[in-house]
């Protein structure tokens, strides 16, 4: 892909550089964001573009190439498209920061699922303009290992053993501070693979590098709302992220923070 066109000069002079990482067949999912939240990539300072790996079908490969050429915003990491292959998709795109955007000041990783209310984060991002070797977002804390072989957050005694992760933050968005995408990509490649791909990241990977702050931003809602929140204009509005938010919410979400309409 023109990865210069996504992310010019590195990134110089860019406020933050977003990554979505989608699966293969999401196409509709990857054309609701560029038609909501995703159009704020036309801005000069914000990049945007969606990270997959490769489809076993070479049919929807084929399909990828010419959404790619439509669009110009797909990275493709050399690896399977799976969701037990999600760590290796941020390793992928924590190698892409590094090597084609290290100049830009925030990259925030978040899923095709997640609605983020750009007016909310950039607030966020303006508080900590200064700041260095930080990830925030929401930070879990206490989280206990799914032990149900039926979930697929399933992790066995033998894959970690202890009775509570490190303290983390959750996957479907968070932010780094560009100059620890390096840190991590390279520490990620020598610890021990780990398919929860926040856990591993964000915890176990970053904890063990000197210097590294978290932040906990409670606007980052990990889990669905109930609909009635969801229906609450003003109740999102002061979200910076929602996860698992269908397509058709997503454009009734971007239509109504959008329109200036609401008295919140």
Request: neutral net charge; hydrophobic residues 40%; proline residues 4%.
């Amino acid at each position: 892909m023109p990865f210069n066109d996504v992310c010019p000069q590195q990134g110089e002079g860019m406020k933050l550089m977003i990554l979505v990482t989608s699966a293969t067949s999401h196409v509709s999912r990857r054309n609701t964001v560029r038609s909501t939240w995703g159009n704020v990539a036309f801005r000069q300072d914000i990049g945007l573009a969606f990270m997959l790996g490769i489809s076993k079908n070479s049919s929807i490969n084929e399909r990828i190439e010419r959404e790619n050429l439509l669009y110009g915003d797909i990275i493709q990491g050399m690896f399977v498209d799976t969701y037990n292959n999600l760590t290796l998709k941020t390793i992928s795109a924590l190698e892409w920061s590094w090597t084609y955007c290290s100049r830009v000041k925030y990259v925030l990783k978040t899923d095709d699922d997640v609605y983020i209310h750009m007016p909310v984060l950039l607030a966020i991002l303006d508080e900590v303009v200064d700041r260095r070797q930080t990830i925030l977002g929401h930070l879990a804390k206490g989280w206990r290992p799914t032990r149900d072989i039926h979930s697929p957050y399933y992790i066995s005694k033998t894959q970690f053993s202890e009775n509570k992760y490190p303290n983390f933050h959750t996957g479907p968005a968070y932010v780094l501070t560009s100059d620890i995408a390096e840190q991590l990509y390279r520490a990620a490649l020598n610890g021990t693979f780990f398919k929860l791909e926040d856990i591993f990241i964000t915890g176990m990977i970053a904890n063990n590098l000197p210097n590294i702050e978290h932040h906990h931003y409670p606007q980052f809602l990990n889990s669905r709302p109930k609909i009635e929140k969801i229906r609450d204009t003003c109740a999102m509005a002061k979200l910076a992220a929602v996860h698992e938010i269908k397509e058709e919410d997503m454009f009734d979400l971007w239509k109504r923070l959008s329109d200036g309409l609401s008295n919140c």
